[in-house]
């Protein structure tokens, strides 16, 4: 997988967007102006950065090499997901789509509607 992949997966997604922060050398996705998903368009090896649910972010990590804290990130419960042979397309996929549905859970009601 790679981070062309990646990105349209994110992008197929109800109302999501793509946007440049200021360093131009990471994608960011949104939806309804909210973070889900974190691209490094510099990184060696493909990656993505991920929101995930407290219980969820830690049995992850210690399930899985391929993943580890954001801390770079300065955000709680965000994971960076290293993309290798030890991850599935499916489990990435899945892991988007839980960060995607954690963010479009604490949009406000008006705001989720309007991704209906």
């Not at 981070?3 to 997966?9: D, N």
């Not at 990656?47 to 090499?65: G, Q």
């Amino acid at each position: 997988m790679n981070v062309e992949e990646l990105r349209e997966y994110c992008l197929s997604l109800k109302g999501a967007t793509e946007h440049f922060p200021f360093d131009d050398v990471s994608l960011v996705i949104k939806v309804q102006g909210k973070m889900f998903a974190l691209i490094p368009l510099d990184a060696e090896t493909p990656s993505i950065t991920l929101k995930c649910d407290p219980e969820r972010a830690i049995a992850l990590r210690e399930a899985t090499e391929a993943v580890e804290a954001a801390y770079h990130f300065n955000k709680k419960h965000w994971n960076s997901v290293r993309i290798d042979d030890s991850i599935t397309k499916e489990q990435l996929f899945e892991w988007i789509e839980h960060s995607y549905d954690l963010v479009v859970a604490g949009l406000s009601r008006k705001l989720r509607e309007e991704l209906l």
